[in-house]
């Protein structure tokens, strides 16, 4: 019988097959390991669903099992980061953003600790899992914490540029990522800098900003709407606090209307941090937020779910197509 951190055992393989981005997270900690960075990992049951049985085959020293904890598992990183190690400690967001967030907000952020936590199959990824499962608030949760950094990557290869940029980083993290089956939109060993937005194109239209999983559609549809005669620059900003304030007014002052894509609820999440930015510096035109319009998300398969919600390549282009309309 294989041992359930082993990467030959079948659930493993069979889970990897489906979700190649698994690796992301482990080879990052395990390259910041041999670098000689103090960093443990921690999961709440979930290392095959994170990768992170990869990292505790490679140094089972430095790795904790918390079981369904999720609670502890945060207070215990805490403590933890008090003696000087950088605990990285993953769940479903939904739960590690949401049922957490009292352990989060006293444990790790007021203390202002090292802590890295990662939130996992964030939005509508978990598809039939259903309504308790979906986490479409734990951006404004999470951004609403002092102290606390938000990160949501658009693929592995960023999510494993940040985590490595992430220990030199002073404050708390909470990382947003998805399933591990994220387009892919960068190369690996790409350059990431906290807190700093990545400008694909430039477009006096429109300006799409956007996070996560709808990065790639965002660049995507504004291929398809440069075919028809349209301006339409798209920015990841894969840090969402502190948020880069330079590249939005930058944006608003350039494009007619910015819109915004996010899995997430359109209150309090990237699009309501945008907005404030812009209403803060008084520049620019409309802010459209597009994500999910204040409602529990349906079950569904994700990629059901991500056409429903037009937050697939074809559903951002409608949107935004739709917002020009009314502009141009």
């Known amino acids: 019988m294989q041992s359930p951190q082993n990467p ?28 000689g ?19 505790a085959r490679q140094f089972p020293e430095r790795y904790v099992q918390f079981g369904i904890s999720e609670q502890n598992m945060v207070s215990a990183a805490a403590g933890m980061a008090t003696t000087g190690v950088m605990p990285f400690v993953a769940t479903f967001a939904s739960f590690l953003g949401l049922l957490c967030c009292e352990q989060i907000r006293m444990d790790v952020a007021y ?7 990662i939130g996992h199959h964030t939005g509508i990824s978990l598809g039939f899992y259903g309504t308790s499962h979906h986490a479409t608030e734990d951006i404004s949760t999470m951004r609403a914490l002092a102290n606390l950094t938000v990160i949501s990557p658009a693929d592995g290869a960023q999510l494993a540029a940040a985590v490595k940029a992430s220990v030199n980083w002073p404050d708390p993290i909470y990382f947003r990522i998805g399933r591990g089956r994220d387009p892919k939109v960068y190369e690996d060993g790409v350059e990431f800098q906290i807190g700093k937005a990545i400008e694909h194109s430039r477009g006096t239209d429109a300006t799409i ?20 005669g349209k301006s339409v620059g798209v920015i990841d900003m894969p840090t ?18 910015l819109i915004t894509v996010e899995e997430h609820n359109v209150i309090g999440g990237l699009g309501a941090a945008v907005a404030e930015v812009v209403a803060d510096e008084g520049v620019g035109g ?3 937020r597009h994500g999910i ?33 009314k502009v141009l």
Do not use: M
Not at 213 to 224: C, L, Y
Not at 240 to 257: G, L
């Open 111 to 117: 203390c202002k600790l090292p802590v890295r936590l």
């Open 37 to 55: 960075h103090p960093v443990v990992a921690g999961s709440a049951d979930l290392q095959y669903s994170n990768g992170l049985n990869k990292f």
């Open 240 to 257: 969402i606090k502190p948020i880069d304030r330079e590249a939005i007014i930058a944006a608003a002052r350039r494009s007619k209307i």
């Open 286 to 288: 409309r802010v459209v």
């Open 209 to 228: 900003i956007a996070c996560g999983i709808t990065v790639s559609g965002a660049i995507e549809a504004a291929a398809a709407l440069a075919k028809e």
């Open 8 to 35: 030959e055992s079948w659930h493993y393989r069979e889970l990897n097959a489906r979700n190649p981005g698994l690796d992301y997270l482990s080879d990052a900690l395990i390259s910041l390991a041999e670098a």
């Open 293 to 325: 319009y204040d409602e529990y998300s349906l079950i569904a398969p994700p990629t059901h779910l991500y056409a429903h919600y037009k937050l697939d390549a074809p559903g951002i282009e409608h949107v935004t197509r739709e917002a020009l309309r």
